[in-house]
C-alpha cells in the first residue's frame, strides 16, 4: 500500500464497517485471510486492488470476502518514513 502512504511496520486505525465503499481502503476478511486493499467497483463487479505501483487487482465474489473496517489512519513509530 505504498502509493497510499502505508508503510510496512506502520499500525493501521480502522472504524468498523460492513459495507464497502468504492476507492476506499478496507480491512477485508479474504478466503479466511485479512488483507488492505483498495475497493474499487465497476460495472457491478467489485475489485480488490493493491496500492503498490503494480495496478493488480482481483476481482471477488460477494460470497469470498467480508468487510471488516474502513481506513481511517496511520500511526507511524518516531524515526520511521
Do not use: H
Not at 506502520?10 to 476507492?23: A, P, T, Y
Not at 478466503?31 to 493488480?56: A, F, H, P
Amino acid at each position: 500500500m505504498i502509493e497510499a502512504g502505508i508503510f510496512d511496520g506502520d499500525n493501521i486505525l480502522f472504524q468498523n464497517s460492513e459495507s464497502l465503499e468504492d476507492g476506499a481502503i478496507m480491512l477485508v476478511k479474504y478466503k479466511n485471510k485479512m488483507t488492505v486493499k483498495r475497493i474499487m467497483m465497476k460495472e457491478g463487479q467489485i475489485y480488490l486492488c493493491w496500492d503498490d505501483g503494480s495496478n493488480r487487482q482481483m476481482m471477488v465474489d460477494s460470497e469470498d470476502y467480508e468487510v471488516q473496517g474502513k481506513f481511517m489512519a496511520i500511526e507511524r513509530r518516531p524515526g520511521k518514513r
